[in-house]
Nanobody
Framework: QVQLVESGGGLVQAGGSLRLSCAAS????????MGWFRQAPGKEREFVST????????DYADSVKGRFTISRDNAKNTVYLQMNSLKPEDAAVYYC?????????????????WGQGTQVTVSS
């Protein structure tokens, strides 16, 4: 099991940037695929981005491609989400998650451990 704590959310103007961090505890972090999901009020949780255990493979939702970048530092047990050119529709609670399996996975059910989330608000 991996414990996850997100940080870095906040209020930003449209067009601005934020960098989310997800600190993990547990010795298995470096072997796990990690992902970011988000959930806006009244909407279902949706996939944002994922990265494999070594950071050589990533995937993004079409809505964030070219604007968001996922990365990880296994020495620090941390995964990041750099968010640029933010839009009001990016506003949501962002969750970090650790997958049950390796490889690139985009479905929420494939993730077994979740953080509490960090709020991102984008003003227009």
């Amino acid at each position: 099991q991996v414990q996850l704590v997100e940080s870095g959310g906040g209020l930003v103007q449209a067009g601005g940037s934020l960098r989310l961090s997800c600190a993990a505890s547990g010795r298995t972090f470096s072997s796990k695929t990690m992902g970011w999901f988000r959930q806006a009020p009244g909407k279902e949780r949706e996939f944002v981005s994922t990265i494999n255990w070594i950071g050589t493979s990533t995937d993004y939702a079409d809505s964030v491609k070219g604007r968001f970048t996922i990365s990880r530092d296994n020495a620090k047990n941390t995964v990041y989400l750099q968010m640029n050119s933010l839009k009001p529709e990016d506003a949501a609670v962002y969750y970090c998650a650790a997958a049950r399996q390796g490889g690139i996975v985009t479905m929420a059910y494939a993730y077994s451990d979740w953080g509490q989330g960090t709020q991102v608000t984008v003003s227009s």
